[in-house]
């Protein structure tokens, strides 16, 4: 310890006299070189706000996922004509579906919606609720061209007094979407099957076919048309729809306010005419 303590004294010493000895020669001490402090590191950029094109009619099959928590109220009215056979028809529904999703997977679910129909020279109108369903699907396979997954809508028998399907429905279905410019363009297929109907047998099974073109016009603005089809594979109907319309988002802080008007044309064996307006809530940051 002492040989140690010794030799600190020594080199202190030594320093000492060669800074004593520099000062002599120079008439000061020596200085040392300031460094300069490093300059602050660039504020990181903030992550682009989450935006997706949604289709509205095959909101469920759509291969885009929501980005965090959604909710959409809507309504539809619909009409019908019958000028050579039965009275001429209509209907008004009123739908609520909340889903959440990521960049890979997105699950929901739809509450039963009011259903009102009422048809010329047919009485009992109906004036109930509608079946629930649940929805959930995957996108593995996305790049900056194209999107492919595939998913699962279960339907459960909920509505009453002919709104419903009064049986349980299975519907696995493909999805994906490619890119032209900035235009999206997207399909999917699936088939719906229900369980056995005491009186309709499987009435209700159908293929279920959705083509959509998407395309951002500004940069809260977007045009979209959907074409639909519905195959009753144990029924003679294959009702076809053509469904023009508009999504305008509003931010609102940290959420974004979407309004969906949304026009729908009966081609064959469908209504003739339907008109809707979607109201959704977007929050990508939960």
Request: proline fraction near 8%.
């Amino acid at each position: 310890m002492k040989k140690g303590f010794y030799s600190l004294v020594i080199a202190s010493a030594v320093l000492g006299a060669s800074s004593f000895a520099f000062a002599g020669a120079y008439g000061e001490a020596e200085q040392p070189e300031e460094i300069p402090a490093p300059a602050p590191a660039a504020p990181a950029p903030e992550p682009e706000p989450c935006k997706v094109m949604r289709k509205h009619v095959g909101f469920f099959t759509d291969a885009e996922t929501t980005c965090g928590l959604r909710a959409e109220l809507g309504s539809f009215y619909a009409a019908e004509y019958h000028p050579n056979s039965v009275g001429d028809a209509e209907a008004a529904n009123v739908y609520l579906h909340i889903s959440y999703g990521t960049e890979l997977f997105e699950v929901g679910l739809t509450a039963p919606s009011f259903i009102y129909a009422h048809q010329n020279g047919i009485p009992g109108d109906i004036k109930d609720v509608g079946d629930m369903r649940l929805w959930g699907k995957v996108l593995p396979l996305r790049t900056d061209q194209y999107d492919l997954g595939a998913g699962l809508v279960v339907t459960f028998p909920t509505g009453n007094g002919g709104a419903g399907t009064s049986e349980y429905g299975f519907e696995p279905f493909l999805t994906g979407g490619v890119m032209a410019g900035e235009a999206s363009i997207r399909g999917s297929i699936g088939y719906n099957v229900f369980t056995e109907h005491p009186n309709l047998g499987d009435t209700y099974d159908n293929i279920d076919t959705n083509l959509a073109v998407l395309y951002p016009v500004a940069e809260n603005v977007v045009v979209r048309a959907e074409l639909t089809q519905n195959h009753f594979t144990h029924a003679d109907a294959d009702p076809t729809s053509l469904w023009p319309g508009v999504d305008v988002s509003f931010p609102i802080g940290e959420v974004d306010l979407v309004l969906r008007p949304t026009l729908g044309i009966g081609l064959t064996e469908a209504p003739d005419w339907q008109i809707g307006l979607g109201i959704a809530v977007e929050a990508p940051n939960i």
